[in-house]
């Protein structure tokens, strides 16, 4: 008897000791088919302890987003965790939604059980705020949607930008976009928040789409995770397979990993090389609206404006003096190792 209450003991200290080292995180999310597969990784990775997950609308609207979060925090068993909604509408234009992609509920169509979790009566901005001041320095920003609930919390209250760990966001890319040439949906989908958050001077890892495009989870790791039986691991099939099939719709072998990708990050920042880079986020672009424009040397020309007096038979004319640094925003991340991040998403659904 004594033995057993030791081992128990034993057993809840540990994982006391586990969460304490765990990272904290927010989760902003638009669920959405991959943020589905991102949250299912999140709640079966010790290294992280979720703090909220905030709603943005995106791939569905705010009130979809809602009742898809709350429902699969119900799935894990997870309703001491905070699910709140947030901004109804991007900062400045209209929203797009995905069920093109996503399905008519943003998940596959799988239809959860309704949820026994309830929603969190706070704003997901005013969450966030609270949140980071009460542990300051701890919190970890892991936003997989559009970033107008992020913006909305830095503007009510930039007193916490200093107080932020970290921002590992999914979003953008350096190689070209999903949307349009230039733009992936994330940032297209409210270019003015990302602007914000991209400028707000915080320690920030951009893990964008053309990184995610080399994490194609496909038909071996499909059936990996459909040797596991359980209410997550059934779920994260059903999305899984709702994605692959989809993707060999359009000629694909499997379908990118975008936002489990940056969860992956937050758990293991060793799976991705990134470089320092100044990235700006294009407002203005008839062609380039969304694009983040990432400058690769963080140096820029000085070009000067010379005057020529009148009949020296020069006209007016700038000319380049040298070269500016200008400083990095972003942690970039350019490669990834895909197979051990694979791996390690298969492995955590499995509950190995
Ligand atoms: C991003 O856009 C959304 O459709 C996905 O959930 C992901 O966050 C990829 O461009
Ligand atoms: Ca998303």
Known sequence: MLLIALILVGISMTSVSALANARKIIFDTDPGTDDALALMLAFNSPELDIRAI???????????????????????NRCEVPVASGAQHPLFQKLITAEF????????????????????ARFGPDLIIELIHASPHEITLVPVGPL???????????TIIPLVKEVILMGGSVKGGNVNAAAEANIYNDPEAAQIVFQAGW?????????????L????????????????SD??????KFLVDLSGQFGGSGTPMYDPLAVGVAIDATLVSAQAMQVEVETR??????????????????NVLHHFPAGS?????????GLDKVEPNAKVCLDVQADRFLQLFVSRIRGR
């Not at 992609?101 to 969190?120: E, F, M, Q, R, T």
Request: charged residues 25%; neutral net charge; hydrophobic residues 35%.
């Open 54 to 76: 905030t709603v943005v609308p995106g791939n569905v609207t705010a009130k979809q987003g809602l009742e898809n979060a709350l429902r699969m925090t119900s799935l894990a």
């Open 101 to 120: 992609w996503h399905g008519k509920n943003g998940l596959a169509n799988v239809d959860l059980p309704p949820s026994k979790c309830k929603a969190d």
């Open 148 to 158: 107008t609930n992020i913006a909305l919390a830095i503007q009510k209250d930039p």
């Open 203 to 215: 320690p920030l890892t951009m893990v964008g789409l053309d990184v995610g495009d080399k994490t």
């Open 217 to 232: 989870f496909g038909r071996k790791e499909l059936e990996e995770i459909g040797k596991s039986h359980g209410p997550m």
């Open 235 to 240: 779920f994260t099939y059903k999305i899984g």
């Open 285 to 302: 672009g008839e062609f380039t609206r969304g694009e983040t424009v990432a400058n690769h040397r963080n140096e820029v020309e000085r």
């Open 313 to 321: 038979g020069e006209a007016d004319r700038y000319m380049i003096e």
